[in-house]
């Protein structure tokens, strides 16, 4: 206790602005010797989610009882965890179940400045090295760089003697050393990219002597310029003042900054933070920086600047329409429908504080001020809902954005095991054994670049750009990696020739000449013997290849805007000694790629090779190509693209030619095929391939040239892509939607095609000629679709509205109205509804409200709980779960919300079935300072008997009162657990900082039946809760889906009748967790079984 009071005294001293706490951690249970919460454990299973040095520990148990008030003797060390053992308790006591955290710097230190050089240690004629040191300034927080720093330095001249050197070449100098006149020393100055550096500095050294010693230079490598930070979007009053701040890096830096406003060049201002003060209306609009330097030019991402009059948060909510439960039509709205009001996601100008700051210390959003309660008269019951009534500028909720998913093959999906994640050169996370993933994004990311390194050598390093949620939220993504090519040996000392092309029957694309001697070790010694070489070519004649594009396809061009390139494959490069695996670089490496391959005239005289940055995830120019013909064999001429190269520090190429057609895609995901504004879903990665244009660029249609990603966000997501005017079909592309594994379905085009459903009015529909994947042959996936992408005409009125936008119109497509032409996605429907008192988006953090029946009560920390129950009856039954609260006084008797789920049968035996039923959590409120036990009742629809309780899960209800009354055998209600049971009690709960996540890992879990695998098919007999026997009879009261599909013409918006075999086959498919599109309605061959009546 003595140890646990000095932590938190000393937690009390810190400055606590500097600091957070991270989430509560439970990983043992108080059996055996007693509780161990330990660090290493904590890391084992959360990775990065405690800080490598916290500060400080907090226990308590999970009654939320601190652990300094508990009376139990208790251990605790910030750097080690907390441990409570048994033994060391009264007789009789045992130590209770524990929780901790820890607490954690926010942001980073700041250096203090540097030491002067030490002494040069080198003796005469001798090099040595002089270091200098720095101190991290802050106690709190931690700094990053390097504490240390070194140069070369000459030791002192060595006294003369007399000279008897003999030397070889040339004649003996004053010095006693041998120089050879008229003799130069060859050489080039190049970047890291391989192009010869313009205006290096050279130096003479024909005067200088040689020696048999070695000659040692030192280089700094021209670094091209990218964009650390890109000035930040503000809203305003008129009178206040703003700042906005470009962070560009580059060797050397940039040397000069412009401003420009509404793309207009701002005159006088020249450094890299803007300042206006005073305010008017019509200095609103964009503003985006240019820097430049002798490496080039690069521009920043525009930021908005908003000026608003005296309300800068319109206080009469937004339209919201939330769908009720089946048993709760509104005969007012003729629906299953309600509007509860929402505030727009947007930001708001409040009281300042007097600071110009380039990033604003507190952010507002425009949120909820008032919500009121309203009763709606259902059939039998009453059912309360809260209703937004006013809004008002406050603090935006915290949130953080994350990405997690996994690292597989991209041949067969074999997960990358226990590979390094690099961000910025350091290494941040590695994958698990099933190559899984999770980051937390830090704070001012502006593009998230990612290098995936294979330790086992399987695959080849990858380098993805993923986009996230910069409003916060966890998104997933699924990295696919080429597999490393077996190496082949060669010699030295030979010309040796590689050929690259990985589609059969068709002649290779690339041809690799290495020259003999080109070989060299990496401090520069020429090597000579046999080299393992692997090559791993990416093929752009294969379309299954193009979702393991490295980075994005993007180069900074000369007037520092950010351009797309266009493929023609991309090559892998590792060189090693075949004795000693040592790695190493090759010298001028002659690159030919078949002219044939390109049959866009334009593209014979742009093509370029290029290389990738693996820290900014941006393309870098090597050098041109040239048209040069050559024979092969007595007759055949051939036409290639030559260039050369060097191989070094970076080893991932590529043949590109940049494409200025571009134009933007709308695309909007949605929860259900009822395509409604408030059913639209943020956080699904829509990701197009652009594909080889066709017959009349006479090229093979089958190859892709560029392969984009982007996250949807409240008003969906617009996709770059090339496109032309000119001719309609001249670039087709492939577009796909994919939420946390699962893959969404686009709208069908056949056997009826409704440009209604698709959302986009003829004749300019027929134009883009939409197709969706299964249109020929309806055995494939409707996970995709097809299009011309054609750019709209200007003189063609129908083409303006969307969903093809030309580039310089992105603004419009990104805030293009829902009545503005879009194509759709939706997720498949399962038979599952949620309903919350207390109405949240999942896919958007920034929605959580305040409120005591907030399904959630705590934003960036989401617990979901779910119970497994065991149905017995020929039928599957609609199984609900009604959540109050059940102890605290501020919700006791109130409503939470409501889940249904239909059960899934078991595929083996026709009279079981099983659901995983979600209820909510048992914890603290929103306000942090009591706990509630949720009063959970899980009823089954229609005649049903509870048959068993799990007993290790009513031993537990009955030692921790109070305990729920169970005198109505039709149902089962219980005051939830506050502890995360498991497997063994029914109970499944997992904490994330992700709601979506958080459920998705849970029901893993729940359909397999144990506490740390995952399942895709519900395992009827495996960790159990509750067992119910229901009627033989089908019940005869509408369940929601029955009763939805009966309804369609009675609901708002547009609605789809689906047949009631379609949504059987569906159903298991979408309760289960979303890793995989295939359920257990297929078999293991994938084909689709015939469903049970």
Known sequence: KKTLATIFISALSLHIDNYQWSTWFNVDHPGGRGDYEQLDAIRFYYRTRVCETPKAIEAR?????????????????????FWCLNEEQGPQLNCSNYAVRFLCPKGLGTWGPWSDWSPCPALCGQVGVQLRHRNCQSDSLLCSGPKLDGKACNGPECPKTACSLQC??????????CMCEEHTMLGSVRSAGGLVAKGATTMDISAYPISALMVIFYFCFLEKLHVLSNPESKVRRAGQSAAFCCKVAGTPQPDAYQWFHNNTLMEKESESTLVIRDLHPEQSGEYYCRASGPTGAIKTKTATLRILDEHSCNPKPESHLIRLPHDCFQNSTNSFYYDVGKCPPSTCAEQLD????????????CGVAKMEERQLTCQGYQLPTMVVTKCGCQKCVDTKSIVHGRAIAADNGEPMRFGHIFMNGVRISRTGYKGTFSIQIPQDTERLVLTFMDNMQKFVNTTKVLPFNTKGGAVYHEIKLLRKKAPVTISSTETNTLELGEVESQEPMVQIQIPPYSFYKENGEVFTGNVSASVTFLDPRDISTAAAAQSDLNFIGDEGDTMPLRTYGMFSVDFRGEENNEPLNAGEVKVSLDSTQVQMSEHLNTMKLWSLNPETGLWEEEGSLQVEKKKRGKREERTFLIGNMEIRERRLFNLDVPENRRCYVKVRAFRSERFMPSEQVEGVVISLINMEPKAGYSTNPRAWGRFDSVVTGPNGACLPAFCDE?????????????????????????PKFNPNLIGVPQPYLGKLNYMRSDHEDPRVKKTAFSINVAKPSPNTAEEGNGPV???????ECEEAPF??????????????YDYNTVPFNEDDPMSWTEDYLSWWPKPMEYRACYIKVKINSPHEINVRSHNMGGTHPKTVGQLYGLRDTRSIRDMDQTSVSAVCLEFKCSGMLYDQERVDRTLVKVIPQGS????????????YLVNHLPLAVNNDTNEFTMLAPLDPLGHNYGIYTVTDQDPRTAKEIALGRCFDGTSDATSRVMKTNEGIALTFICGDREVTRQNVFQTMQRSQGQTVGTNIVRGESRQNQRRQRANAPRSSRRRSTRNPEGKRTKARN
Request: glycine fraction near 6%; proline fraction near 4%; charge should be negative.
């Open 168 to 177: 070889v070449m040339g004649q003996a100098n004053s010095d006693c050393e």
């Open 354 to 365: 007097n600071g110009i700051r380039c990033k604003d210390k507190v952010a507002y959003c």
């Open 805 to 811: 936008y030309p580039f310089e119109n992105l603004k």
């Open 726 to 750: 000119q001719k309609a079909d001249a670039y087709t592309a492939y577009i796909m939607a994919n939420l946390g594994g699962e893959e969404l379905e686009a709208v069908p085009s056949a």
């Open 819 to 832: 009545s503005a032409a879009h194509f759709r996605f939706s997720r498949v429907e399962g038979d599952r």
């Open 944 to 955: 049903c008997k509870r048959d068993h309780v799990n007993s290790m899960l009513q031993e």
């Open 61 to 81: 148990t999970t009654e939320w009882i601190p652990a300094r008030e508990t009376g139990e003797t208790v251990h605790a060390d910030p750097t080690v965890g």
